[in-house]
């Protein structure tokens, strides 16, 4: 059972996490945020942005404000699956006999930074699945169990498509949340470059350790989520899906393929973790709204027509939210959408626009061909 001062506790340990995040990542509050609800709420992050935002240098200040172990992993495209999980190697013991022994990859870290994952080949990619939901990991055979509290935050760049490999549908379920990192203001570009001329490196101090983390998460799971609130959660989930029971009109007409029921739990944990962080004791429908963005922007794979209209995922997930808050007579609010990169959208776009072009010029090659016959 929760108490006053559990909840106390856990308002104090976030407001010094912040804090001290606050010393090295300038602005980026909903990112920073986000992140930490992943974290305590036991999932893992996929951060989406153009090179030098602080993506990287977020979550190695995450690692020194929770005073875990951290492991940095660059992926590139000759990155092999046992450079990440470790392998057998041969050794020799005191008797001079050879025997096999498991040499741990940077995995068995208890944070993970994946650096540009999608530069890897999806073979490598694959090697982080079983970590990422099981937490443990299985070579020659043997499987092992990661150590507690364990998070993968990976990076990604939206514009360059050189080189890369896009991440399959059962890895990007496995992330909670997809946030998108935004460009600077001028205020806050004029603090980075103030804050960087003194040092590069991070100063952030460690507010909570691991085991604080793990009582966190123990101390949010226990909130409780009203009956109708945990139903309408439900309901916008299956709303993204066009063949559902609940399916919503702009599912309908711009989904492919909605939310698995992974994006039901993370939306249930991370509220929980949110509803704490404002010094509530219940989640509330405003809770799932803002979180329903960063849960579901990655899950939804839209039709053609979404993309030749330049619809983005958080259009449609705002449709969506409106339309179920019509049937629960929410009153309707508004929500902080996170960009979508404009130039990843007229790459789509463009694509689109080549593949009907190229799918023209056949038909009237062959036309062509039929009349000179």
Not at 347 to 353: K, S
Request: aromatic residues 6%; glycine residues 4%; contains cysteine.
């Amino acid at each position: 059972m929760v108490t006053e001062q559990n909840i106390e506790k856990f308002s104090v340990q976030c407001k010094d996490i912040f804090k001290q995040i606050e010393r090295d990542v300038v602005g980026q509050k909903e990112v920073v945020e986000a992140t930490v609800i992943a974290m305590i709420a036991g999932g893992n992050v996929l951060l989406e942005g153009v090179p030098g935002v602080g993506k990287t240098r977020l979550v190695r200040t995450l690692g020194r404000v929770f005073s875990m172990p951290f492991s940095r992993i660059q992926f590139t495209p000759d990155l092999m699956p046992a450079d990440v999980t470790g392998t057998n190697i041969i050794v020799k013991d005191e008797d001079g006999n050879s025997k096999f022994e498991f040499q741990p990859g940077p995995i068995f870290s208890n944070i993970i930074l994946a650096d540009e994952i999608n530069r890897a080949t999806p073979k490598t990619q694959s090697a982080l699945l079983e970590a990422m939901q099981e937490h443990t990991v299985t070579v020659m055979g043997v499987s092992r169990k990661m150590n507690e509290p364990f998070f993968v935050l990976a990076t990604q760049n939206p514009i360059e498509q050189d080189g890369t490999y896009p991440l399959p549908e059962a890895q990007m379920d496995r992330f909670m949340f997809k946030i998108i990192v935004k460009n600077p203001s001028l205020d806050e570009l004029m603090d980075i470059v103030n804050m960087t001329q003194k040092t590069m490196a991070e100063v952030a101090d460690a507010a909570c350790n691991g085991e604080d983390l793990l009582q966190m998460r123990k101390t949010a799971n226990q909130i409780p989520v009203a009956e109708e609130v945990m139903k309408y959660t439900m309901t916008l989930c299956s709303a993204t899906h066009p063949d559902s029971e609940c399916a919503s009109e702009a599912a309908k007409k711009y989904v492919r393929l909605g939310a698995s029921p992974r994006a039901g739990q993370a939306l249930i944990s991370a509220a929980k973790v949110k509803a704490l962080m404002n010094g509530r004791y219940n989640v509330s429908y405003n809770d799932i709204n803002e979180l329903a963005y960063p849960v579901l922007r990655h899950r939804l794979k839209l039709t053609f027509e979404a993309v030749a209209e330049r619809v983005s995922a958080d259009q449609i997930i705002k449709m969506i939210i409106s339309e179920v808050g019509k049937k629960y007579k929410l009153t309707p609010v508004e929500s902080v959408e996170a960009p979508v990169s404009e130039v990843a959208e007229e790459v789509a776009v463009e694509e689109v626009m080549d593949a009907k072009a190229a799918k023209k010029a056949a038909k009237e090659a062959k036309k062509q061909a039929k009349n000179n016959k």
